[in-house]
T-cell receptor, first 114, second 113 residues
Framework: AQSVTQLDSQVPVFEEAPVELRCNYSSSVSVYLFWYVQYPNQGLQLLLKYLSGSTLVKGINGFEAEFNKSQTSFHLRKPSVHISDTAEYFCAVSKADNFNKFYFGSGTKLNVKP | ETGVTQSPTHLIKTRGQQVTLRCSSQSGHNTVSWYQQALGQGPQFIFQYYREEENGRGNFPPRFSGLQFPNYSSELNVNALELDDSALYLC????????????FGEGSWLTVV
């Protein structure tokens, strides 16, 4: 079975500071990894995904994530956050044989302060 | 713009009633999954349909059922509504044979009172 753990439920950070949102997963098979962002009262927007290849993945809005197989982690980073990055971020995994079935973490609320 | 449209966007139902939520996907999206996102939680997989057949189910009771139609639209039906069914319901569709391009709708907010 697959599971996703987002270690921080809330992350406060000041504008222009760097941020890291942590995600660990467990799976007995190879998985694909994703980060989604959800703004208040909206659906999910894909930030980035790891399917294979380079372990450093770049996404939209200046976000990037690094896949670490040995630590089963896929942490999301941004070197300098903006107020507009305030949102909830979800890490998710899917299996290669059914990529449309996601297992989501419980989410991390990023609160960017001026 | 994901090309996935869900309706209604918001609705209020009474405990014990039945509800139907709808999702309209892009042409060629023959795989659709439904998720329930309770307040303050991550989305939970309800079930998936592929070519109009159920193709996997999460830990949800049988009163959660679905349909997928040839025109790439789908429905989520919930019978005997309970207060805990209050949540955002998300539809996600993709063309199964072009992997990993998955599109989420904006969701339907269901409140059960």
């Amino acid at each position: 079975a697959q599971s996703v753990t987002q270690l921080d439920s809330q992350v406060p950070v000041f504008e222009e500071a760097p941020v890291e949102l942590r995600c660990n997963y467990s799976s007995s098979v190879s998985v694909y990894l994703f980060w989604y962002v959800q703004y208040p009262n909206q659906g999910l927007q894909l930030l980035l995904k790891y399917l294979s290849g380079s372990t450093l993945v770049k996404g939209i809005n200046g976000f990037e994530a690094e896949f670490n197989k040995s630590q089963t982690s896929f942490h999301l980073r941004k070197p300098s956050v903006h107020i507009s990055d305030t949102a909830e971020y979800f890490c998710a995994v899917s299996k290669a044989d059914n990529f449309n079935k996601f297992y989501f973490g419980s989410g991390t609320k990023l609160n960017v302060k001026p | 713009e994901t090309g996935v449209t869900q309706s209604p966007t918001h609705l209020i139902k009474t405990r014990g009633q039945q509800v139907t939520l709808r999702c309209s996907s892009q042409s060629g999206h023959n795989t659709v999954s439904w998720y329930q996102q309770a307040l303050g939680q991550g989305p939970q997989f309800i079930f998936q349909y592929y070519r109009e057949e159920e193709n996997g189910r999460g830990n949800f009771p049988p009163r959660f059922s679905g349909l997928q139609f040839p025109n790439y639209s789908s429905e989520l039906n919930v019978n005997a509504l309970e207060l805990d069914d209050s949540a955002l319901y998300l539809c996600a569709s993709s063309p199964r044979d072009r992997g990993n391009t998955i599109y989420f709708g904006e969701g339907s907010w269901l409140t059960v009172v």
